[in-house]
Nanobody, 126 residues
Framework: VQLQASGGGLVQAGGSLRLSCAASGRTFSSVAMGWFRQYPGKARESVAAISWSGGSTYYADSVKGRFTISGDSAKNTVYLQMNSLKPEDTAVYYC????????????????????WGQGTQVTVSS
């Protein structure tokens, strides 16, 4: 299974970006997908997640009201619309996919995911 993330780039503070992530490879069904980000020298942290069961979503407090996660379970594709970007959003963003049933409360944990994308750089200038 390969995950291809795209959509990162350089944007001014207050601007918007839309990240996309598509899974390909062997036939499988996902139960949830998520976005994480990583600052240099820091551990990867959860940004948002979506469960295909009922479409429930999770957002980190730092992005609530600014970021929106959406996707297509049939295509194993997930998006992250990022608005009102701040310099502190500058990081490498990773998408991930879970293929086993997970409780919504666990989707903020990286250990809940089975496959990861290669990361896309988001840089927000002040």
């Amino acid at each position: 299974v390969q995950l291809q993330a795209s959509g990162g780039g350089l944007v001014q503070a207050g601007g918007s970006l839309r990240l996309s992530c598509a899974a390909s490879g062997r036939t499988f069904s996902s139960v949830a997908m998520g976005w994480f980000r990583q600052y240099p020298g820091k551990a990867r942290e959860s940004v948002a997640a979506i469960s295909w069961s009922g479409g429930s979503t999770y957002y980190a407090d730092s992005v609530k009201g600014r970021f929106t996660i959406s996707g297509d379970s049939a295509k194993n594709t997930v998006y992250l619309q990022m608005n009102s970007l701040k310099p502190e959003d500058t990081a490498v963003y990773y998408c991930a996919i879970a293929t086993y049933t997970r409780a919504m409360s666990t989707l903020a944990a990286g250990s809940s995911y089975d496959y990861w994308g290669q990361g896309t750089q988001v840089t927000v200038s002040s």
